[in-house]
């Protein structure tokens, strides 16, 4: 495996299931740190902020930059500043997209004809989910953080926010603008926020549809890990091959 500047690492089902690490994984970035390099960790979770996932990464024996956490909630709160500036938003999500809108000017309000965002939310309700519909059909962009159907913990795939932003997208007629991976918009933002060259960045993760596709559609090189969501078995019979394909981050050092 070649050598990057940039290592793009994907969260859940890459460094950790749940609350159990995947400890290759984690001997792989005390293995960069010890040459100097800071990856870059990049999640569709919503939910948490930086400082959590930070906290989380800390319990499990890896000390992480702040300013290299980049969530799909922090993409969705830089888009919308740049591209719905000054407007209200709505919301369905928890603290990591709340907080993430907050700290990046964004106003949040209880229903809004302008901007709806959603992200996962483990106490969702009919009601929230009834005034997603009514703000949609009333106008509002349909942005989403992320199109995940299911994510790895340490109980087996549970259901993610992609499956609760297509019952919103079945009920109003509305596609949803994904913000998080396959999309590269976070990867975009690393790239120019810390002025990357496209080949010097690479994205790992454990899911092909997810972390691979993001690195596909960036642009840059993959490397699929047999640790979630797809399996190794399966990415071979993908049109569009990783990188590289390893069974864990071991084999890469």
Not at 153 to 164: I, K, S, T, W, Y
């Amino acid at each position: 495996m070649k050598t990057y500047k940039a290592y793009c690492i994907d969260l859940d089902g890459t460094v950790y299931r749940g609350k159990e690490p995947i400890l290759e994984t984690v001997q792989f970035v005390h293995h960069l740190q010890q040459q100097g390099i800071e990856p870059f960790f990049v999640t569709n979770n919503a939910s948490q902020t930086p400082d959590q996932v930070k906290e989380k990464l800390n319990g499990l024996g890896i000390d992480a930059k702040r300013s290299h956490i980049m969530t799909s909630a922090m993409a969705a709160a830089k888009y919308i500043v740049k591209n719905y500036p000054n407007v209200a938003v709505s919301m369905i999500g928890e603290r990591g997209l709340r907080e993430a809108l907050l700290e990046n000017g964004v106003k949040i309000v209880e229903s809004s004809q302008d901007v709806f965002v959603m992200g996962i939310d483990r106490n969702i309700s009919y009601e929230k989910l009834a005034q997603a519909c009514l703000d949609i059909r009333k106008g509002a962009v349909f942005i989403s953080t992320n199109s995940d159907r299911a994510f790895p913990n340490e109980r087996g795939l549970m259901p993610g926010n992609g499956a609760f932003t297509a019952l919103v997208q079945t009920s109003t007629g509305v596609d949803p603008i994904f913000i998080g991976k396959p999309q590269g918009l976070m990867l975009e933002i690393i790239q120019l926020e810390h002025q990357f060259a496209k080949e010097d960045m690479v994205m790992i993760g454990d899911n092909y549809d997810t972390d691979i596709l993001a690195g596909i559609h960036f642009g840059i090189d993959t490397i699929h890990v047999n640790t979630g969501v797809t399996s190794t078995e399966e990415v071979l019979t993908k049109s569009i091959s990783p990188t590289v394909t390893l069974e864990n981050l071991l084999e890469g050092i």
